[in-house]
């Protein structure tokens, strides 16, 4: 089950979005980020909404997955939308209850930011929902390549966070075991005032917290005794490969900018 | 033959500020040949452990030497020897580092800089050699403990090493997994002459080896042909040893009274001379 949360974002598939290299997934999901906020008017909002539907009907996710996605910031959509409407005090009044007023502008901008907000989120979910935890650690690992430079680990932070996913379920099931022991012993993990059931999670988590230091020695020692001498001469075992697919989304994003250029006021 | 591996008067202590402390190893000799299957077996805390780290220079011996391929085991020349060392170790989780099988195996090719084509290449070749080629995308949970464990050696075998070590690799797999891997390195051996070294406290498993080195205190307390080891008997056994079940299976047959001669290694060796004992009468 707590597998499925974190590993059930990823659907794999055959489109051209799938197969799209991360790293112009990640560039194109960065620049989009940055160009939504040129959009100021009606055409260059619609703008951008079409371009999002045309990027998930290319995607080919169903909308089910997106709308799964909006979840967890559905209540923030709507506090900002609602601010919005409270606040802002500019244009002509469109709607009076008593001492509550709506403003012409009120409702403009609030549309516009769950525009936004609504952009933002399909976006980056249809980022996450096509490509592999993986594919974006090798995405990003080559992306700050040159942040090398200035010392930063590049190379060891895309390790862990590989062997961290690789571990996640390995993780869980020892979860699962440790929990099923606990219990077996009379623990009750679901019942009780919260402050119980904080410290029914003490003994889920020291052994859990043992196993997993021991864990990462026998893992060190396994890497090293295969000749892991860090990042210096290794060579790379998943190319990543920039084809036409990737020249194209780059090149639409870059046309998008363009448009928002010419239509914002 | 060509010397593979030999330890020669080497002794190790954890403790070595302490003369009168136990030392992990004592004063072992020995020595492997090319194409060769050893076995170390002994009890927890009889030195097996420490004998491994000492091969793989994760430990360097205060007395005595390490050689592989002729070569003194030293801090300069460990990573180019370590290339030539393939390891498999106890827990299968804990030495999986890819996230698939394929990039698992091609993990040491990485480490030592071979260029991608090769790397594909090897990773493929090593993969069929352990008959694992059809889950070349798995993901570690979704792998038994002994595909698990032949995944491992593969990204062993993949270096093309001279030796193979198995270090208590089959301790945690169920019956069939442990199977599965000792019928993997069988294979291997016939295939490629691979050396092979085996840390064990599983006297089924050692009963394959060529020979067997007898570990207690960190002594060396025998070495020879496993019926020769097997033969020590009731030895064995106060060291904390089980004998082989069909060992076992004829001394209570004998108890009992079966008529049953010389000693029995192995199943097949006790049941033909069961089916066959009453010929002669």
């Known amino acids: 089950m707590m597998e499925k949360m974190i590993f059930g974002r990823f659907i794999p598939g055959d489109s051209f979005v799938h197969r799209m290299d991360p790293r112009s997934k990640l560039l194109f999901v960065f620049a989009f980020i940055v160009i939504v906020f040129l959009a100021n008017n009606v055409a260059t909002y619609a703008l951008l909404l079409a371009f999002t539907l045309f990027v998930i009907l290319m995607s080919k996710i169903r909308l089910y997955f997106l709308i799964n996605g909006l979840k967890p910031v559905i209540i923030l959509l709507i506090f ?51 490509t592999s935890p993986i594919s974006i650690t090798d995405g990003l690992e080559t992306l700050l390549n040159p942040l090398k430079k200035i010392k930063l680990p590049v190379h060891e932070l895309a390790l862990m966070m590989s062997i961290a996913l690789r571990f996640i379920p390995t993780l869980m099931d020892e979860t699962d075991k440790i929990m099923k022991a606990q219990m077996a012993r009379g623990s009750d993990l679901s019942a009780g005032p919260l402050k119980d059931r904080i410290k029914a999670v003490v003994p889920l988590l020291v052994p859990l917290f043992v196993s997993a230091f021991k864990r990462a020695e026998d893992l060190a020692t396994a890497m090293e005794v295969r000749g892991y001498r860090g990042g210096e001469g290794r060579t790379r075992y998943r190319q990543l490969k920039w084809d036409w697919r990737d020249t194209t989304s780059l090149a639409s994003l870059v046309v998008v900018t363009i448009i928002l250029v010419v239509l914002r006021n | 033959m060509t010397e593979i591996l030999s330890f020669n008067n080497v002794s190790y202590s954890y ?49 005595g030497e390490v050689r592989v391929m002729r070569d003194v085991l030293t801090e300069e020349n460990l990573w180019e020897i370590r290339s030539q060392i393939g ?44 008959k694992m080629d059809n889950f070349l995308n798995h993901e570690p949970h979704h792998l038994s403990g002994g595909q698990k464990q032949r995944v491992a050696i593969a990204g062993a075998l993949a270096m093309r090493p001279k030796i193979l070590i198995l270090d208590e690799s089959t301790s945690m797999l169920d019956p069939q997994g442990r199977d599965e891997v000792l019928k993997t390195v069988r294979a291997l051996r016939e295939e490629i002459g691979l050396t092979v070294l085996s840390i064990t406290h599983d006297v089924e498993e050692a009963l394959y080896a060529d020979r067997i080195l007898f570990m207690n205190d960190g002594k060396k307390y025998a070495e020879g042909t496993p019926t020769e080891i097997f033969a020590l008997g009731d030895k064995l056994v106060e060291f904390g040893l089980e004998l082989p079940f069909a060992m076992r299976m004829t001394k209570l047959l004998q108890s009992k009274g079966v008529q049953l001669v010389g000693e029995h290694m192995t199943e097949e060796e006790l049941v033909n001379d069961l089916w066959t004992s009453n010929f002669n009468k």
Do not use: C
């Open chain 1, 80 to 130: 900002t939308f609602m601010i919005h409407i409270l606040f802002t005090r500019e244009g002509d009044i469109i709607f009076q209850l008593g001492f509550f007023k709506v403003y012409e502008e009120g409702l403009r901008q609030g549309i516009f930011i769950s525009i936004r907000f609504l952009v933002l989120v399909f976006m980056t979910s249809i980022l996450t929902l096509t």
């Open chain 2, 15 to 63: 403790t070595p500020d302490n003369p009168n402390a136990r030392k992990a190893v004592q004063n072992v000799s020995f020595s492997i040949s090319e194409g060769e299957w050893i076995a170390i077996v002994g009890h927890n805390g009889s030195g097996k452990s420490t004998m491994v780290k000492l091969v793989s220079g994760l430990l360097f011996p205060q007395e």
């Open chain 2, 87 to 130: 390891m498999v170790f106890q827990n299968p989780d804990n030495q999986f580092v890819g996230a698939t099988v394929q990039d698992d195996v091609a993990f040491a090719l990485e480490n030592s800089g071979v260029p991608y084509q090769e790397m594909v290449q090897r990773v493929h070749k090593s993969l069929a050699q352990v």
